[in-house]
C-alpha cells in the first residue's frame, strides 16, 4: 500500500479531519447520507500535518509539473494550504472564487494572474468534481493553461473521474477513499461488513442507504 498516503490517512483520523460512521450517517448540502466527514481544514490548525502536506504537494508539484509558474488555490478550502505550498516554491499566488465578487472589480481570480502564466491549482477535497473544475474554467478563461490538479484527498467517485477527464484536467492526490477503507480495515478500525458498505456507497452516493 501507498505509505505516504497511509501516514496522511493515519494523521487525519487522528486529528478528526476523517470520521467513519456508518451506522450514523452525515448529511451533506447535497442532501446525500454520507458515512464519512471530511474537514481539510482542520490540518491547518496541526503543524505536523500541515508541513506533511505542504512538502508532499511540493515534491508532486517539482516531479509533475516542473514548469509551474503560479499556483492556485480554490476558495476557501484550499486557500491557506496554496499559499503555503506556493511561499515555499517562491511562486506567485492566486485563489479562485466560487462566483465573482458581487461589487468592486467582479474579480474571479484575486491576485495578479498575466496571461499566458502556466497554473497548477491546488484543491483540498475533490467530491463529484463539479466545483473544482469551475476553477479550471476560471483559469483558463484567464488565458492561462492550467498544468493540473493536486487536492489532499478524494472520495474517488466515478463521476469525478468522469468530469475532469471531460474537462481534459489531470487530478493527482495524496490520499483517497479507496485507500482510507483499506486502511481501516488493516488496522482493525472497521470490520469487513463495514468496509463492504463503505464501498458500496462510494459506488452510488446518491442513492445510498446504511
Known sequence: MNSTANK?????IEIEAIKLQPDNPFTW?????????CDNRKTLSYPEVRNFIKQQFANQ??????????IAGVATGAIAIAAIVAD????????????????????LVEGNLEENKKVLIIEDLISTGGSSLKAVDAIRKANC???GMLAIFTYNFPVSEENFR????QLHTIANYN?????ALEKDYISKDIYATLNSWRQSPGTWNK
Open 179 to 183: 485507500l482510507l477503507i483499506e486502511y
Open 61 to 70: 508539484i517539482k516531479e509533475l509539473y516542473p514548469e509551474t509558474e503560479v
Open 29 to 37: 448540502a447535497s442532501g446525500w447520507k454520507s458515512p464519512i466527514y
Open 166 to 169: 471531460k474537462s481534459d484536467c
Open 88 to 107: 515555499y516554491l517562491n511562486l506567485p499566488f492566486v485563489y479562485v472564487r466560487p462566483s465573482p465578487k458581487s461589487h468592486g472589480l467582479e474579480n
Open 145 to 147: 493553461e492550467v498544468l
Open 8 to 12: 496522511l490517512i493515519s494523521q487525519l
